[in-house]
């Protein structure tokens, strides 16, 4: 059973045509921190990456959580919060 707290690992293929299977643990983001970090507001900070501030809120309290790509999303924005902000720029 997978709590909240766990990853899932996903299977994935190393290189073309490998039969070695990797495993990509799926990293979990303290989801009120991200913005806290950035200096913005929950509004500010679901505006400026394109989420809904409704499922900001629901992500921050508990009640849902992000999906696997948006927890990858959220790491990198953590982690390099310019490098989402770039991508989002050339975006238009």
């Given at each position: 059973?997978i709590?909240?707290?766990q990853s899932?690992p996903?299977e994935?293929k190393?290189?073309?045509g490998?039969k070695?299977?990797?495993?990509?643990r799926?990293?979990?983001?303290?989801?009120?921190k991200?913005p806290?970090k950035m200096?913005?507001?929950q509004?500010?900070?679901?505006?400026?990456?394109?989420?809904?501030?409704?499922?900001?809120?629901?992500?921050?309290?508990?009640?849902?959580?992000?999906d696997?790509?948006?927890?990858v999303?959220l790491?990198?924005?953590?982690k390099?919060?310019?490098s989402g902000?770039?991508?989002?720029a050339?975006?238009i």
């Amino acid at each position: 059973m997978i709590t909240k707290k766990q990853s899932r690992p996903q299977e994935i293929k190393t290189g073309k045509g490998s039969k070695k299977r990797g495993v990509v643990r799926i990293p979990d983001v303290d989801v009120r921190k991200v913005p806290l970090k950035m200096g913005l507001s929950q509004t500010q900070f679901a505006t400026k990456f394109g989420f809904p501030t409704a499922t900001l809120r629901n992500w921050e309290q508990g009640r849902v959580r992000p999906d696997a790509p948006t927890r990858v999303l959220l790491a990198v924005i953590d982690k390099h919060p310019q490098s989402g902000e770039d991508v989002l720029a050339n975006a238009i």
